[in-house]
């Protein structure tokens, strides 16, 4: 110890001096001690000792630092100087941070919440997140964020106001820092060891980071305290020459020499060098370089083998050996090797990086170097030293094993450099930031490239990558692609960008590494054995590394003075196109059966054509390439096209459900902007330039239906199966329908496509706020910096626009709605589009979803009732540099696939759907919508070329060729077809209008030849025009159209033109003859506003009658020709001449067809029919349910009760032998036990200040009585003179179902040996009611006939009194007698265990004496207490406001009285203690009880009078006769009156008293005494008065009003309630109505306390008296019991006297109105049991305890703490709110279900785990309803997801 163990005070001692003598003349010598002794303090060696060395270390620092002042003091002064006005905190993964669209001006802005709180963002786009990488607060830079949003702390600009820094306070800092951070980075060098083999030694690294842990520590708390230190720290770390000085092992230390030849072994063991040495052996690989290579043509770059010593590493753990490996090498000087393996240190904060790197960022070290941040000369430093470490950090990262990590870590740390403007556009101007960039990403991903298989397998020179790799698997490329991303939203780095051509030509070749990935091949014979997942790698891949940065540079490309970027863009693009092009040996067909959905490159070029057209005014045509160029773009994207539809047609089964998922990812929301939207706008661009003829066979070609489009009736299709023929034909119909109709890029403007998108997914189904916003993501904008969505207006106020807002609502079952937005009537009306639906669905069903909403808003708003077709919808015009796509629709080829189709149709030929009747139709409306220029009628104009389909149709005008009659046609077919033995027809058509049309023969028509025909013009044009292209000898496989042998020519007789074909298709759809007239015969306007509203929705027919209409409204000529046609009487339909064989077929299809549909309808009714089921089976207040109630309850009243066994079906009686039962549900409740007695609800704590604590609870109280009796009168007493169960008492309720007990015994057996997963568990006796399914756990026996006698005592007796009290005694002295065993007693018993066993035995254990039969005998009447409580709770705490609630309906409580009855008989009282004498007899011998031993009995006056009652009641014989009940309640009515009576006379003070006990001596002898409250009051203040009762003053004392209004409250109510209740349940009879101020009166009457009803004013409570004995006597009685107590125990009495007369309803915790206060206070709240912030906090809704959700930390014998307070605060029941989730969940015994949340967003959403962040309210609807479901005990029956918890929650 004694060598550098120097104690605490020598070194303060030390420190002193060294700082005075350093100030002084002998600065020198003291420097040289303060280095010698630093040295030794901080050497390795002293440092590896473990943490006391390096505490000892530190220590030393310490005291250095401060000079010897106290460390606080020092902090404190250095403070002081702090001129920073950044926040800077650094925080890690989960923090919770916010974010502020509206003052963010780098989208990556975030804020601490502290920040975000003191600022002003009220109103703001905010929203609050969990960190994922780690982040730090912008707080105060006005380069991330708008001084606007500063908090207060950050705003004040404080530079001025802080003092200069003297100069010798941080003087000792300056000479011990250096040499501090020297000693880590030495610590550093000496830890690392290369490691032998390829794995890093994780072990060692991190044992000497756990070493360091205290040095870093200690340097992250040098940063916190403020600018002052940390400018002496930036000093320190970029000072060149301290680095020099010490680091450079020049010096003749030996220790210093060998630390640093580690370094440079690592250096090298990096692959890392000096430019010294790099120069050497550059020169040699330069030279060794161009000579071997192969070069692969890539414009101003050069290819080179590039594997240069440095690089052998990065080989190694790369894939070997596959493929070919390209190598890009710039050929420009400056873009070079270099910048991925040359590095040389020049100051500390450069080696410190490079070894943060190499421990692969350790938490702490980046803590450390993020703090220093808010110093500007730091930041600028360190951001030059990441970006020169760009390129390590990437092979770094590509071989670290924990990449996630270190991923999150990186981007924790370029996130705050990158996101700055300024800084960025300087380290990209002074360091080529971009080129550093490129090429490291180029780099990465030339480790993973493999051969490309598409097209050529053998010959092609394209690699692309490997998904399957790590790199691409594991997304390890994000934090480099993101890096990069976040630059490019820069306008001034993306300007460099763009304008860098060489940078270009490196992006676009890094992009074509992902053009052709992950080819699927179509497997025609086996099915894949392994459905290989890269397809996740891939989408992820183009999304992120191609498409963002895409985006991201097109967002700066939006104005004419860009014009010169798009034309680079393009320019390279195409080169690259063309490249691959050449690479894949491409000629002009793809490869059959193969697929890729990544083409990047065509979508780059597409989206920059889009812009260049759309914002920058450029010339299309200046751009575009030429037309061989166009056809081969245009190839791959219709692959796609045609793929998809063949994916839907179930042709690719074979390859697994994998390539249905990319089929999906493809048009999914989030991708569609980048993938299939460019892909159509590409190829709608190739049709608006190419020959129309040649891209519409190329379609039909590519969907492999051109063998379908003959007019034969038969037809061979060699290259598809006649099973998919119909789904391809509709894909290819329905391709080019949105090919013609999709405006998204051809001149919609930003706005009208906001529009359209949110239409279309408003029509498919009802939305909620962020679902929209998720599927409508237009354009992903990297660069949000105005947060709305690019276009004028904002999605907001376009929703308000097309939707109407539903609020959340509660449906019937109790499960939850959202707030949803549904499209507006005018919408449905006029701007729904089937069309975008289409291109926007992912699954079938939603286009089906969107028609049928459709069709249902036509019915109801009754514009079409029956079955509607797809609504056409005037398209937007097309930008005038795409008209040339309308050609499209007037070019022979489509006509005469048009014609065909039509005419197929009309015959009922085979594969033909009416969809493609509709889309057939839907291109004719378009073709007549965007007719090229108003036809001239004699315009018959011939093309002199001979072409085999000159002889269909004359022009290219769809408008005349509509008209056009084609007589004959020649058609090849099979030999065996009909039309074969046709002759020639004669011209015996008598048809006049045949002669004037074209007479001559259709030719054969094959679109293959056309297209064949059309690609050699064009490339003949070309290669003319340009040097002749060689072209390989592909074209050999040409074969001649129609070479299959078996097939043979006939003419086949047609006579039909396009108009007439629709007139017949009318007659067709309609059933009917001429159903058909032309509309302007009637009403010539029709011509001249063809806009008739009938058009607009309807079926098959308008889209006939509306393009008729049409057609005549463009000419003329059309006009008189459809008149003639309809003028004429046409002959039927022809008939169908179909050979038996054919038919056969044609009869197999339809019957296949057919039968299919009647399976999905079956399968369709069957699920809604289930639905429906379960809607009303599990919905407890369904009207079915009900029924089964009433009806059990009418009968209740018949003679005998007629029970429905639910499970067997027979009805009958309940017997002794065979007991009938009640399907109940028992549970623990502790509800009751939670009223408190006020009126102000609870709030939730949401401060330190408040807290709720337990006192005042209505179960606290009764715990605290009990005990307080039980101290002071004999504890059975005690036991009888109150109720317990308001804390796990148990609750008893029914689904009102009843079945055979045996029955259910089978039941249950059956159950048990049911292996399905229920939910439940059978073997703790729970089960689902055979009938309703509701949750049930035992079965409740029902008395027999019991109703034969209820009839009979209806009606008052007659006896009096007097009589009635005496036959009460004899029947309660009457021995119990156990029943005879029957079955029915038997069940009996078992339910009363069942129910007993329900609650924990501390709730049934209240005797001092474990086991007491008292227990059982309190437990019993309490059971009943507390079933009669609860009801009166449910019933809104009266019975006659309440009276209608349904809570009254489904009880059972009779069953439970008999049976509760059978049980306390068996208990006989002692007659002596039998409380009914006290309380009907005046006794004699009073005098003996006090000279016993024993405990007194409790007072009568202290006794519960509810608990008397039911004691009385349960122990009479059953069944019980009214009179009883009645002379019963007049009883104790008198006792309950004079315990008001005593407790209000110790309220009032001495002199009232005095007034009282006089005024009531007075009047004691007037007629009435006995029921005048004033006497009786009188009476009792004297007889008091004779113990010790009123000598203590209570200074609370009521005055006379209050008084008068105290006691009426309270000597009125609990007992009539309860007892009203009781005679309800035991005698039938209705409940009265009345008002709630009668309420007293009408029940006092209705339990026969009152002879008949009196009207409120003139009664009195007194009235109701009926005494048994004098009541003068009684009550001397009573009161004398009491005087004898207050003898003994004066300071009880009065406590004891007064009992809280009424409790409020019990409630929930109230809770605030914003989400975010409760998040703010518990999610960083310590819990009070292991005193941790929890990592799933959650708080209790009840009470409000703080716990550990699932936490380890609070586990208790295998109870996690939720499941442990469920039991301690519910009996079982618990309701957690889980603050970082906003959701609640309820716990039910062994089971728990997420409930949902109450707190919805501003659209009336939840946000479950606070995803979105935004904030949050609370839905006091939704509140009301989980109250409603906890005070009624219905959690089990509503909420239908229950789980098992295992006790770990
Ligand atoms: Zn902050
Ligand atoms: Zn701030
Ligand atoms: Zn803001
Ligand atoms: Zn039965
Ligand atoms: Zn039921
Ligand atoms: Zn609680
Ligand atoms: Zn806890
Ligand atoms: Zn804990």
């Not at 190694?316 to 493929?323: A, E, H, L, T, Y």
């Not at 001034?492 to 030509?505: N, P, T, Y």
């Not at 690259?576 to 050449?582: H, T, V």
């Not at 390439?625 to 690719?652: F, T």
Request: aromatic share 8%.
């Amino acid at each position: 110890m004694a060598g550098t163990g120097a104690s605490g005070r020598d070194k303060w001692e030390t420190a002193t001096r060294l700082k005075a003598a350093l100030g002084g003349e002998n600065g020198a010598a003291a420097a040289g001690e303060l280095r010698a002794l630093l040295e030794r303090v901080l050497a390795p060696a002293a440092g590896s000792g473990g943490g006391e060395a390096a505490g000892e270390a530190l220590e030393w620092c310490r005291c250095l630092l401060s000079g010897g002042e106290p460390w606080d003091g020092f902090v404190q002064a250095v403070r002081a100087y702090d001129p920073a006005t950044l926040c800077g905190l650094v925080w890690t993964a989960n923090f919770v941070a916010y974010r502020c669209r509206t003052c963010g001006i780098s989208p990556c802005m975030s804020l601490c919440a502290e920040c975000f709180h003191q600022g002003e963002h009220a109103g703001h786009d905010y929203n609050m997140f969990r960190s994922q990488a780690g982040g730090a607060c912008d707080c105060g830079d006005s380069n991330v964020m708008r001084e606007a949003g500063f908090c207060k702390r950050h705003r004040i600009k404080s530079n001025s106001n802080v003092p200069c820094v003297p100069k010798d306070l941080l003087m000792m800092s300056e000479l011990v820092l250096p040499q501090f951070i020297f000693s880590l980075i030495q610590h550093l060098r000496e830890g690392y060891n290369e490691p032998a083999l390829d794995l890093p030694s994780e072990k060692d690294l991190h044992k000497i980071l756990q070493v360091l842990e205290p040095h870093v520590s200690f340097l992250e708390d040098l940063t916190k305290m403020g600018g002052a230190m940390r400018s002496v720290l930036t000093q320190v770390l970029t000072s060149q020459q301290f680095y020099k000085d010490l680091s450079s092992g020049v010096g003749e230390n030996a220790c210093a020499k060998k630390s640093h030849e580690k370094y440079l072994i690592a250096l090298k063991g990096s692959g890392l060098a000096f430019p010294e040495d790099k120069l050497a052996c550059g020169m040699e690989e330069q030279g060794a370089g161009t000579s071997t290579l192969a070069v692969q043509g890539l414009a101003g770059a050069t290819a080179t083998s590039g594997q240069g010593d440095s690089s052998d590493e990065e080989d190694q753990d790369g894939s070997q050996g596959v493929g070919k490996r390209k190598r890009v090498k710039l050929s420009s000087t400056t873009k070079d090797q270099s910048i991925m393996d040359v590095l040389k240190h020049k100051c500390f904060l450069e080696e410190l990086l490079f070894w943060t790197i190499k421990y692969e960022f350790p938490q702490k070290m980046v803590t450390f170097l993020l703090n220093m941040l808010p110093d500007q000369d730091y930041k600028v430093a360190f951001t030059k030293t990441f970006v020169q470490h760009y390129a390590f950090i990437m092979k770094t990262l590509k071989k670290s094993h924990e990449s996630d990590t270190m991923s999150n870590r990186i981007v924790h740390i370029s996130v705050q450099l990158f996101s700055n403007e300024e800084l960025a556009r300087q380290v990209t101007e002074e360091c080529q930031l971009l080129d550093i960039m490129v090429t490291v990403l180029l780099y990465m991903m030339e480790s993973c490239l493999i051969k490309s298989e598409l097209q050529d397998e053998e010959n092609s020179l394209h690699v692309v990558v490997n998904c399957g790799e790590a790199l691409l698997k594991n997304n390890t490329y994000w934090p480099l692609v993101s890096d990069f991303i976040n630059i490019l939203s820069h306008q001034s780095v993306a300007k460099k960008f763009l304008e860098d051509h060489g940078l270009l030509v490196t992006w676009m070749n890094f992009v074509s590494f992902f053009q052709g990935m992950n080819l699927n091949k179509r497997e025609l014979n086996e099915h894949v054995e392994f459905e290989s997942q890269t397809y996740y790698a891939a989408f992820a891949a183009e999304l992120e590394a191609c498409a963002q940065p895409m985006w991201g540079l097109l967002s700066h490309c939006k104005v004419r003075e860009t014009q010169e970027y798009t034309r680079n863009v393009v320019r390279y693009c195409l080169e690259a196109l063309q490249d691959w092009f050449d690479a894949i040996n491409f000629v002009d067909e793809p490869a059959p059966n193969q697929v890729t959905f990544h083409l990047p490159l065509h979508r780059y070029f597409a989206m920059f054509l889009s812009k260049a057209v759309k914002c920058q005014e450029l010339d299309l045509d200046t751009i575009l390439p030429d037309q061989e160029m166009l056809m081969k773009l245009m190839i791959h994207p219709l692959q796609i096209q045609a793929s998809l539809s063949e994916i839907h047609s179930n042709m690719w089964v074979r390859n697994g459900l994998q390539i249905k998922g990319q089929a999906m990812t493809y048009v999914q929301s989030h991708f569609c902007n980048s993938m299939i939207d460019p892909d159509i706008y590409l190829l709608q661009v190739c049709a608006s330039r190419l020959d129309p003829d040649y891209f519409i066979s190329s379609v039909f070609e590519r969907f492999k239906v051109v063998d379908l489009l003959t007019m034969a009736s038969q037809h061979q299709n060699t290259v598809l199966d006649s099973e998919h023929e119909r789904s391809m034909l509709e894909g290819a119909l329905t391709f080019l329908v949105l090919l013609l109709s999709l405006r998204l890029h051809l001149g919609m403007t930003d706005d009208e496509i906001l529009r359209a998108e949110m239409v279309a997914q408003l029509c498919m189904n009802d939305r909620t706020h962020s679902s929209l916003l998720d599927l409508i993501s237009l354009e992903k904008n990297p660069n949000p910096k105005s947060g709305i969505i690019p276009g004028s207006l904002s999605f907001e106020s376009v929703l308000s626009a097309v939707a109407d807002f539903k609020a959340p609502v509660f449906e019937p079952g109790g499960s939850m709605q959202q707030g949803m937005y549904t499209p507006k009537a005018e919408v449905w009306d006029k701007e729904f589009d089937p069309v975008m639906v289409i291109l926007r669905t992912v699954y079938r069903r939603d286009v089906q979803s969107a028609m049928d909403r459709y069709t249902a808003f036509l019915k109801q708003s009754g514009k079409f009732p029956g079955n509607p077709w797809p609504p056409y919808k005037k398209r937007t015009p097309l930008h005038p540099s795409y008209k040339g796509l309308v050609k499209l629709l007037h070019c022979k080829t489509l006509h005469i696939v048009l014609f065909t189709l039509l005419y197929k149709i009309l015959m009922d030929h085979q594969n033909l759907s009416e969809h493609v009747l509709c889309m057939v139709l839907y291109l004719i409306e378009l073709g007549l919508e965007n007719s090229p220029e108003r036809e001239s009628d004699e315009e018959v104009v011939r093309c002199g070329q001979e072409r085999c389909h000159d002889s269909w149709f004359p022009g290219s005008n769809l408008v005349s060729n509509m008209r056009h009659f084609i007589n004959y046609v020649r058609v090849r077919v099979p030999e065996t077809a009909p039309e074969v033995k046709k002759e020639p027809p004669a011209s015996t058509s008598s048809d006049g209008l045949a002669s004037s049309q074209n007479s001559g023969t259709a030719q054969v028509f094959s679109l293959v030849a056309e297209r064949r025909k059309k690609f050699q013009e064009i490339i003949n044009r070309n290669t003319s025009e340009a040097n002749q292209v060689v072209r390989p000898k592909a074209s050999m496989k040409w074969s001649a159209p129609g070479a299959t042998p078996q097939l043979t020519t006939a003419i086949l007789e047609v006579k039909e033109s396009m108009l007439s074909l629709l007139i017949k298709l009318h007659h067709k759809l309609s059933g009917k003859q001429n159903s058909y007239y032309p509309p302007w015969l009637d009403d010539v306007d029709v011509l001249i506003h063809p806009e008739i509203p009938r058009y607009s929705h309807g079926d098959g027919m308008t889209a006939v009658e509306r393009i008729l209409l049409k057609a005549a409204v463009q000419s003329r000529l059309n006009k008189r020709i459809i008149e003639e046609i309809c003028r004429k009487v046409t002959p039927p339909v022809p008939p169908k001449k179909i050979s038996s064989a054919e038919k056969k077929t044609l009869d197999k299809e339809e019957r296949r067809q057919k039968a299919r549909e009647r399976q999905q309808k079956l399968l369709a009714e069957f699920a809604s029919r289930q639905k429906s089921f379960m809607e009303t089976a599990m919905d407890v207040e369904s009207p079915d349910a009900d029924t089964a109630m009433e009806i059990a309850t009418s009968e209740q009243h018949v003679s005998e009760a007629i029970y429905d066994c639910v499970i067997c079906g027979q009805s009958g009686p309940s017997t002794e032998d065979r007991p009938t039962g009640l399907v109940v549900l028992l549970q623990a409740s502790s509800v009751l036990g939670q009223c408190r007695n006020s009126t102000e609800p609870k709030k939730l704590p949401t401060t330190e200040e408040e807290q709720i604590y337990p006192w005042d609870t209505c179960a606290a109280l009764h715990d605290v009585r009990l005990t307080t009796l039980q101290r002071y009168f004999k504890d059975s007493s005690c036991l009888q003179a109150v109720s317990i169960g308001w804390e796990g008492g148990v609750y008893v309720q029914t689904c009102g179902h009843t079945l055979h007990i045996d029955c259910h015994k089978s039941y249950m057996e059956s159950l048990r040996n049911d292996q399905v997963l229920q939910g439940f568990s059978v073997d703790k006796g729970e089960f689902t009611c055979p009938l309703c399914r509701q949750f049930a756990n035992s079965v409740l026996p029902c008395y027999p006939g019991n109703n034969v006698e209820r009839s009979l005592w209806q009606s008052h007796s007659n006896k009096c009194m007097r009589d009635l009290v005496q036959e009460v005694e004899d029947l309660q002295e009457q021995l119990g007698t156990f029943p005879s065993e029957t079955n029915l007693s038997k069940e009996m018993e078992s339910v009363m265990k069942d129910i007993k066993s329900t609650t924990q035995k501390k709730y049934t254990d209240y005797s001092k004496s474990p086991g007491s039969p008292d227990n059982d005998f309190l437990f019993m009447y309490s059971v009943a207490r507390t079933n009669l409580e609860l009801e009166l709770v449910h019933r809104g705490g009266n019975l006659c406001s309440g009276g209608a609630s349904t809570a009254g309906k489904r009880s059972c409580l009779n069953q439970l009285f008999h049976v509760l009855a059978m049980h306390m008989r068996l208990y006989s009282i002692d007659s002596a203690y039998n409380p009914w004498r006290k309380l009907t007899q005046t006794m004699q011998d009073k005098n003996s009880e006090l000279i016993s031993e024993e405990l007194p009995e409790v007072p009568v006056l202290y006794r519960d009078v509810s608990s008397l009652l039911l004691i009385q009641i349960l122990t009479m014989p059953q069944p019980l006769h009214k009179e009883h009940f009645t002379c019963i309640v007049k009883v104790l009515f008198t006792l309950l009156y004079t315990q008001a009576l005593a407790a209000l006379s110790v309220k009032c003070s001495a002199e009232d008293r005095m007034a009282w006990k006089e005024s009531g001596a007075l009047k004691k002898n007037t007629c009435n005494g006995e029921k005048s409250w004033e006497v009786l009051l009188g009476h009792v203040v004297s007889e008091l008065s004779k113990g010790k009762i009123y000598e203590e003053r209570e200074t609370e004392e009521l005055t006379f009003l209050t008084l008068v209004t105290a006691y009426s409250e309270f000597s009125n109510y609990f007992l009539p309630l309860i007892t009203s209740l009781l005679q309800h349940h035991l005698f039938g009879g209705d409940l009265p109505s009345c008002q709630e101020d009668e309420e007293f009166t009408v029940l006092a009457s209705c339990l026969g306390l009152l002879p008949s009803f009196q009207s409120s004013d003139e009664f009195t409570s007194a009235s109701c008296l009926d005494w048994p004995v004098p009541a003068f006597d009684m009550i001397s009685q009573w009161c004398s019991e009491l005087a004898s107590f207050a003898d003994r125990h004066p300071d009880q009495v009065k406590a004891l006297l007064i009992q809280e007369p009424k409790w409020d309803l019990p409630r929930l915790l109230q809770l605030p109105e914003n989400y975010n206060t409760i998040f703010q206070y518990y999610h960083r709240k310590t819990c009070t049991v292991c005193t941790k912030v929890p990592k799933d906090p959650a708080v209790c809704l009840v009470c409000g305890t703080f716990v550990c959700l699932k936490g380890l930390c609070c586990k208790q014998q295998s109870y996690c703490e939720c499941v442990l307070h469920s039991q301690n605060c519910g009996a079982g029941t618990g309701i957690f709110l889980l603050i970082n989730a906003s959701v609640i969940i309820i716990i039910r015994g062994h089971r728990f279900c997420l409930w949902g949340s109450v707190y919805l967003d501003a659209h009336g959403e939840e946000d479950r785990d606070l995803r979105r962040g935004k904030p949050l309210y609370i839905c006091k609807e939704r509140y009301k309803v989980l109250e409603q479901q906890w005070v009624s005990h219905t959690f089990d029956h509503i909420n239908k997801r229950w789980g098992p918890h295992y006790n770990g929650l």
